[in-house]
């Protein structure tokens, strides 16, 4: 079945530091991905998504790019804020377009001022 | 940007109590939705699939007589965990899709904390 790896945290870098949160995957066909992110306190948001291979998402300063190739999607973004802080999880979406998520196991972020 | 309203977000009651989890669509049709549980420290785990006005499917190894799902409109879908016991505790999640065109990014509620004591 599906699957989703991804680096396990937590991850805390100080501010403005570059970041890059690895996420692999195993699928049939063509998923699309998602990485959501979940602020402390509150439900997961979209963060940014792929549809197909090479695809770039970004949202907010972070980007992903969908790489057929490696299985990846990885996150990363040039200058971490505070604000930042929060559970980033990355997801696929089986080819089908109706289906459920699978999502990786989430990675804790922590930035210090 | 398209809302859920997940309801209630917490829950505490004890052990053989039935619970329902109210999930709804407030600015869209949601043609499909989604239950989610999670872990402390895991990921979230699929439950099962509801499409409005048909039986939901369930993931292998969630129990459809223990995990009652009702999606009786285009805005609404509810969760019922029936006589519920510790292990059921866990935080709840729904997620909540438009139809067309397939393949429209999950919006999801803030989720239901469920503890059973």
């Known amino acids: 079945g599906d699957s989703v790896t991804q680096m396990e945290g937590p991850v805390t870098l100080s501010e403005e530091a570059f970041l890059t949160i690895n996420c692999t995957y195993t699928?049939?066909?063509?998923?699309?991905l998602f990485w959501y992110v979940q602020y402390p306190g509150e439900g997961l948001q979209l963060l940014l998504k792929?549809?197909?291979?090479?695809d770039k998402g970004s949202n907010k300063g972070f980007e992903a790019t969908y790489r057929k190739e490696t299985t990846s999607f990885h996150l990363e973004k040039g200058s971490v804020q505070v604000s930042d802080s929060a559970v980033y999880f990355c997801?696929?979406?089986?080819?089908?377009?109706?289906?459920?998520?699978?999502f990786g196991k989430g990675t804790h972020l922590i930035i210090q001022p | 940007g398209a809302v859920v309203s997940q309801h209630p977000s917490r829950v505490i009651c004890k052990s053989g109590t039935s619970v329902k989890i109210e999930c709804r669509s407030l600015?869209?049709?949601?043609?499909?939705m989604f239950w989610y549980r999670q872990f402390p420290k895991k990921s979230l785990m699929l439950m099962a699939t509801?499409?409005?006005?048909?039986?939901?499917?369930?993931e292998q190894g969630v129990e459809k007589d223990k995990f009652l799902i009702n999606h009786a409109s285009l805005t609404l879908s509810t969760l019922t965990v029936t006589s519920a016991h510790p292990e059921d505790s866990s935080f709840y999640i729904c997620?909540?899709?438009?139809?067309?065109?397939?393949?429209?990014?999950?919006?999801f509620g803030d989720g239901t904390r469920l503890s059973i004591l």
């Open positions: 997620s909540a899709s438009g139809g067309t065109p397939l393949g429209q990014p999950q919006h």
């Open positions: 699928a049939t066909g063509y998923p699309s």
């Open positions: 792929a549809t197909k291979a090479d």
């Open positions: 997801a696929l979406r089986g080819g089908g377009g109706a289906d459920g998520l699978t």
């Open positions: 600015d869209f049709q949601a043609t499909t």
């Open positions: 509801s499409n409005e006005g048909s039986k939901a499917t369930y």
